[in-house]
C-alpha cells in the first residue's frame, strides 16, 4: 500500500469517528486536522528554495502541445537556478515535474487527495512530495513559497489559481510576484472578456491587466522570472 492508500484510509478512519461527535466537537477536531496540514506543509516546503509553480490542466496527455510547453519551461527555469513545484497529479503538472528532473532541477509535488484524477506523478523527486486533504491549505503553500506562477491551459483549478494570484497581488496581500499565462490561443477568449467586459465596466482598472504576462515561449517566460527577481532579495511572499 503505497503513502497515498495509507492517507485516504487514516482519513476515511478519522472522519468515521467524527460521525459521533458533536457538531461543535467535530469543528473542533477538524481545526486540528487542519493545524496539522499547515504544520505538516510548513515543515516541509519551507526546506525548499527558488520554487516557481507550473499549473495546468491534469487531462493534459504526453505529446500534446500543452504538455511539451509545460516541460520545456521547466528545463528552461531549471537552467536560470530556479526549482519546479506543481499540483503533484497527471498532465501539465507531470510534464512540469519531468521537464525539471530532466534538467538536474529539485521537483517537488504539493498533491489534493481528490476522487478522481489526482494520482500522484512519478516525477517527483523523494521526500518532497506532500499530499493534502484541504484545497486552502495547499493554496496557501503555492503562494506562500512560489516565486513565481506559470499557468498553462486547464480548468476550474487552474483558473481558481490564476485568480487567486492576482487578486492577491492586486489587493496587496501578498508582495508582488510573475504571474505568466502560456498558450495564447487557449487564453484569448478569457483576456478579450477581461479587457472588454471587466475592464469597459469598471470592476477592474485596466492596469490590472499588467498583472500577468502573456506568452507561448518558454524561455521568454523563465527570462520574465529571472528578471523580476534579478535585483531584488526578497523571495518570500507571506
Known sequence: MNIQENRSTHDVLQDEKLKVLSDVQQDFWRLFRILAEFVEGFSIMS??????????????????????????????????????????????????????????????????????????????????????????????????????????????????????????????KTVPFPVILMGKEYWMGLLDWMSDTLVKGGTINKSDLDLFSVTDDPEEAANIIAEFYKESTVMTNF
Request: net charge positive; glycine share 14%.
Open 47 to 172: 526546506q525548499q528554495k527558488r520554487l516557481v509553480t507550473i499549473f495546468g490542466s491534469a487531462r493534459t496527455k504526453p505529446g500534446m502541445q500543452y504538455y511539451e510547453m509545460a516541460v520545456l519551461v521547466a528545463k528552461a527555469l531549471v537552467e536560470r537556478g530556479f526549482n519546479v513545484l506543481t499540483g503533484g497529479g497527471p498532465g501539465i503538472m507531470e510534464a512540469g515535474n519531468k521537464g525539471c528532473q530532466e534538467a538536474g532541477g529539485t521537483s517537488v509535488g504539493a498533491n489534493i487527495d481528490l476522487p478522481f484524477e489526482q494520482n500522484s506523478n512519478p516525477f517527483i523527486d523523494k521526500g518532497r512530495l506532500i499530499t493534502f486533504k484541504h484545497f486552502f491549505v495547499r493554496k496557501v503553500m503555492f503562494v506562500k513559497y512560489a516565486h513565481g506562477f506559470v499557468v498553462l491551459p486547464g480548468g476550474f483549478g487552474t483558473l481558481d489559481e490564476f485568480f487567486e494570484a492576482i487578486t492577491l497581488i492586486q489587493t496587496k
